[in-house]
């Protein structure tokens, strides 16, 4: 495959409409400082407001895998992109990510949504909260990235790759949302390819507030990982991945245990294991949370994350199949 230094990138933004998100994304995918892309937008219908130096796509109400593999149809580049609609790169985005896809054994690169600065409090925490329930899974790349490192499992929202390799494996997936990054990472994995994580290719991602737009999130999350352990396996087969329905187990069966026999060995074992389970997710909270006034919130929402990811993932192994 030829690599040259300055391909041309088609940025490819799936979306429901052009919203004020989109809206900003689009105007900082304009001000990149990389000299030779396009911008693919892919809105449900044709907007009403016109948008300069842009491609807009209407795909009516389709899955975000399948207006990517339209966009990807419908681009020029050797390279695609893509950025979610509620998400904006930095400046040096592409000339960022460009280094690391001019190695020839390195055919997708991603990196960190972070949580923007000018988000409210509630998305700031959920932000936080991930950061924080995430430690030490493999999915703390998601979040933040210390150094340049190989992966499995690089999402939607900041995903770069040679457009022939994501047509070699098929395209994205165009059945379940979320999860269709995971598919697709997979089946690059399995032809053989290389995938890297690195700390300077990062996208601004505005947060689900806490906590019930949050707490819905990480319950999709859940559900195909789950679904996805037992049926693909792969990338979604990990010990961290499970780790959650370990403590939500843990949590309540012991609890219940402890309440139908009348032990008071059981009942020490069982408030020693829950003391240590606080404290290590208070720690966490603590170290990932700027803000120290929403350290009581940010440790609450790890906990419920956990519980509410380690229950949906079981539901998810249990399931036969998702509908998205």
């Not at 997936?173 to 997979?186: A, I, Q, R, S, V």
């Not at 389970?277 to 700027?290: D, N, P, R, V």
Request: charged share 25%; aromatic share 10%.
């Amino acid at each position: 495959m030829k690599k040259a230094n300055q391909p041309l990138i088609s940025i490819i933004i799936p979306c429901k409409e052009i919203d004020k998100y989109t809206e900003e994304c689009i105007r900082y995918c304009l001000e990149l400082d990389y000299p030779n892309y396009e911008i693919i937008v892919l809105p449900d219908y044709e907007p009403k407001k016109i948008l300069r130096n842009v491609k807009i796509i209407p795909t009516g109400p389709i899955t975000p895998g399948a207006k990517r593999n339209i966009g990807i149809t419908n681009s020029s580049g050797e390279i695609c992109a893509f950025i979610d609609s509620d998400a904006y790169p930095p400046k040096d985005w592409l000339k960022n990510a460009i280094k690391y896809l001019i190695n020839d054994k390195v055919v997708a690169v991603g990196g960190p949504g972070i949580t923007p600065p000018k988000d409210n409090l509630m998305q700031k925490a959920s932000g936080y909260v991930y950061a924080a329930a995430s430690f030490p899974s493999s999915l703390i790349g998601r979040f933040k990235v210390e150094k340049a490192r190989e992966s499995d499992d690089i999402h939607s929202c900041n995903f770069i790759a040679y457009r022939k390799v994501i047509e070699e494996v098929g395209g994205w997936n165009e059945k379940y949302w979320p999860g269709e990054d995971t598919l697709l990472c997979l089946a690059i994995k399995r032809h053989g390819y290389k995938l890297l994580e690195a700390p300077d290719v990062i996208v601004y991602h505005h947060r689900k507030p806490l906590f019930k737009k949050h707490l819905k999130q990480v319950k999709q999350f859940a559900l195909h990982r789950g679904l996805f352990a037992k049926k693909y396996k792969g990338n979604s087969l990990k010990i961290p991945y499970a780790i959650p329905s370990l403590i939500t187990l843990t949590l309540f069966g012991g609890l219940l245990l402890s309440l139908l026999v009348r032990s008071r060995i059981l009942y020490l074992l069982y408030m020693t294991i829950l003391s240590i389970y606080l404290l290590t997710t208070l720690l966490a909270s603590i170290a990932e949370t700027k803000e120290r006034k929403l350290i009581p919130l940010v440790w609450l929402g790890v906990i419920l994350t956990h519980i509410t990811y380690g229950t949906f993932f079981i539901i998810g192994l249990l399931k036969k199949d998702l509908e998205r």
